[in-house]
């Protein structure tokens, strides 16, 4: 979840389409969108799970240096911090903090335009690493749609 620069939420879609997807060296993740600044700053709070082959990609409308946080977090995550390119730019793995008192920042450390959540120790499994560039499957609303703010 993130601390000051993310906050958006699922885009809407027909029951009956499927989620988009985020590729990063040939493993797939389904994704909700957060995309406005209250789905962005709400994120991941309070889920119990997280399934591994699911995640959320946080959308921003242009780069900005970003600070994540596991605010009300119940479940460890990774992060990747990607690039407008898409290109993967910093990666960590997130672990629970006591509910309400989190206070670990991780920053993108350079301008980033998109943040994907997932369930901790995925991204390591694939084997994803600074460089490594995101495919986004083509149902994926572009960034242009994201709201500004935080």
Not at 40 to 59: E, H, T
Not at 87 to 110: C, I, Q
Not at 141 to 146: F, S
Request: overall charge neutral; aromatic content about 8%; charged content about 25%.
């Amino acid at each position: 979840m993130m601390l000051a620069a993310a906050c958006s939420g699922c885009g809407e879609s027909k029951p009956s389409d499927p989620p988009p997807r985020v590729t990063i060296h040939g493993r797939t993740w389904r994704v909700e969108l957060a995309t406005t600044a209250n789905a962005r700053y709400k994120g991941l709070s309070d889920r119990k799970k997280l399934s591994p082959d699911a995640g959320m990609l946080f959308v921003y409308p242009s780069p900005q240096v970003m600070e994540f946080c596991m605010r009300q977090c119940l479940v460890p995550l990774d992060i990747a911090f990607l690039g407008a390119d898409r290109r993967v730019l910093k990666t960590y793995t997130m672990p629970v903090e006591p509910y309400g008192f989190e206070k670990e920042a991780y920053s993108s450390e350079l301008p980033a335009q998109y943040a994907l959540e997932v369930a901790a120790g995925e991204l390591a499994k694939a084997g994803v690493k600074p460089g490594d560039m995101a495919e986004f499957s083509a149902d994926m609303p572009p960034a242009a749609k994201a709201e500004p703010g935080p």
